[in-house]
């Protein structure tokens, strides 16, 4: 029997505000533990929340970006649970009365038009962090509240998704939108964008949904891949062997590559919800939708769209360009003076991949825009060849100098006079019998190593193209 899977996002996304949502502390990553706290956020007896108006905008923003419908009246509520790190005793979130509903999501994955839903984006608060290990006691969990308060919107989707690939790219897409509209930071490993996926199978055909399984706090696009394909792998075997599946919480092991039970869930919780009594109904002011509307930057989808018809680009380009604001306005002040292909090649390579490897981010990057489109200005007018551009790359890196000092300084101006190159030709070809007699053979792709020895002979500076053609002639003579 063909099985197929239902599967719906719920994505958690932390709201890039100076402070809490309902106080004034700071939800700082990383610092010791209980030290960005106060009684607000502590839940102590008679503190009272006040409710932070850039969380609000975010919100706002977020749900525009996504094609939501934004409300003008919301209203929290308590969401009433008992858990270690939660220090009311509740959470205050939206229920019925959320600040945007509707949106729709349009993907393609592989070759596919996807079309997902957003039933809706609420507003609410995080709950703190249980820490297992550092207690100094293995029997003893510690909590930390540091994170107490922080300001999450929730994007739930409708059931639409039928792929663990099309719920990775959804997932994608919607981190790409958050960061793009400086909402939120995109930083999956600190838990600031976090995924519960919802995950059921049914037979091909059939309407009714099955058994839903929810598999819990995935940060990792390929992580959630991952979970819902063993997922849908399992649910599919135990329902094609007659049995039944278990309505649970599920947490997956990416050491292992599977799911595992964490706690078996109700068909419906009681979280008791009512009204929060302290936080008035959330009314925006007039104009408010308007004026962050007219703030918004350019979307990715349109960035990327523009990027292939403003400046040439095949789509794959543009889509790695705008996964980042910054570094989509790099790439374009470098195109602003250099080719747009040949800096979207340095980009997407030499400059992301050092950044990677020295983990610096693009806005502190040590070669500004400037300085890289005059190395690609010298290479585009045959100046020095792309073997020494990468050396002087890598000077500029550590540097800081411009790359017509470091040419000039060092020598690397490109030569392409046949008479000055013939001699380094004459030593590669007599030190290279196999490669003569491979290309003699007819295998006219051993010229390239012939080519890159003379490269590496004259430091990068010899013209790649005069080298082929003198090594060609002097190979077919």
Partial sequence: MQFEAVIGLEVHAQLQTRTKIFCGCTPAFGAPPNSHTCPVCLGMPGALPVLNADAVDKAIAAALALGCTVHEVSEFARKNYFYPDLPKGYQISQFDR???TGGQVDLEVDGQAVHVGITRIHMEEDAGKSLHEGTGDPNLTGIDLNRAGTPLIEIVSEPDLRTAAAAAAYFTYIRDVLVAIGVNDGNLEEGSLRCDANVSVRPRGQAAFGTKVE????????YLQKAIEYEIARQSAVVGEGGSIAQETR????DAGRT?????KEEAHDYRYFPEPDLPMLVLAPGQVAR???AMPELPAARRARFVAQYGLPAYDAGVLTQDPEVAGYFEAVAAVAP????????MGDVLRTLKEQDVAIGTCPIAPAALAELLGLVDAGTISTAAARQVFETMWATRESASVIVEREGLTQVGDESALLAHVATVVAANPDAVASYQAGRVQAIGALVGQVMKLTRGTANPKVVHALIQRHLDA
């Fill in 251 to 254: 947490l997956f092991d990416p």
């Fill in 98 to 100: 959320p600040i945007a």
């Fill in 215 to 222: 598999v819990k706090n995935v940060n990792s696009f390929r």
């Fill in 292 to 294: 962050v509307r007219a």
């Fill in 260 to 264: 595992f039970s964490m706690r078996s």
């Fill in 340 to 347: 747009a292909k040949l800096a979207s090649n340095w980009v």
